[in-house]
């Protein structure tokens, strides 16, 4: 199975702040790769779909880029309903495996 | 609106059984795969399971595969995780998500203990 795996598991940023994540392929899955967001209590939200394309109703601060095994999801401008956990996911391999997740804190 | 309701969940045995649905409502179902995907307490979340629109194509993680069993039901809008042999590394609560993971159910628990 591809594995997936992301850094930090988690950082501490300010409101305003360019935040970037990181996620890795144990080998290349070109441009099939997911981010999503997760609040406590909540099922996961579709942020970003083939490494760069931003889900629609998904505010422009993220993006999405990368390709083979390496990825990045960035956001610009970090805002309180930001602060949330994100995962990555190749959807290479129909084992669609996740990253562990990446929870982003405030400082 | 697309919807996603999962239920079925509840409390098990080690050993035991529980069939889990997913009620889709919003577009076509027949012509999209579907996903399971699972969250244990305080963990991330892990893909469990997948099926083509017409059942030819199945996937399992090795942590399920020999135990859990995916099927759909195309006229009742509506896909299936049945669990059998239950363990205590089961507990958590199940997702379903439509094809391409843009549409999520609300997640039902599955906690299996003594």
């Known amino acids: 199975d591809i594995q997936m795996t992301q850094s930090p598991s988690s950082l501490s940023a300010s409101v305003g702040d360019r935040v970037t994540i990181t996620c890795r392929a144990s080998?290349?899955?070109?441009?099939?790769l997911n981010w999503f967001q997760q609040k406590p209590g909540k099922a996961p939200k579709l942020l970003i779909y083939?490494?760069?394309s931003l889900q629609s109703g998904v505010p422009s601060r993220f993006s999405g880029s990368g390709s083979g095994t390496d990825f990045t999801l960035t956001i610009s401008s970090l805002q309180p309903e930001d602060f949330a956990t994100y995962y990555c996911?190749?959807?290479?391999?129909?084992?669609?495996?996740f990253g562990q997740g990446t929870k982003v804190e405030i400082k | 609106e697309v919807q996603l309701v999962e239920s079925g969940g509840g409390l098990v045995k080690p050993g035991g059984s529980l069939r889990l649905s997913c009620a889709a409502s919003?577009?076509?179902?027949?012509?999209?795969?579907m996903n399971w995907v699972r969250q244990a307490p305080g963990k991330g979340l892990e893909w469990v399971s997948s099926?083509?629109?017409?059942?030819?194509?199945?996937y399992y993680a090795d942590s399920v595969k020999g135990r859990f069993t995916v099927s759909r039901d195309n006229a009742k809008d509506s896909v299936y995780l049945q669990m059998n042999s239950l363990r205590a590394e089961d507990t958590a609560v199940y997702y379903c998500?439509?094809?391409?993971?843009?549409?999520w159910g609300q997640g039902t628990l599955v906690t299996v203990s003594s």
């Open positions: 998500a439509t094809s391409v993971f843009g549409y």
């Open positions: 919003g577009f076509t179902f027949s012509s999209y795969a």
């Open positions: 099926i083509s629109s017409t059942s030819t194509y199945i």
């Open positions: 080998q290349s899955v070109s441009t099939n």
């Open positions: 083939a490494a760069s």
């Open positions: 996911q190749q959807t290479y391999s129909p084992f669609r495996t």
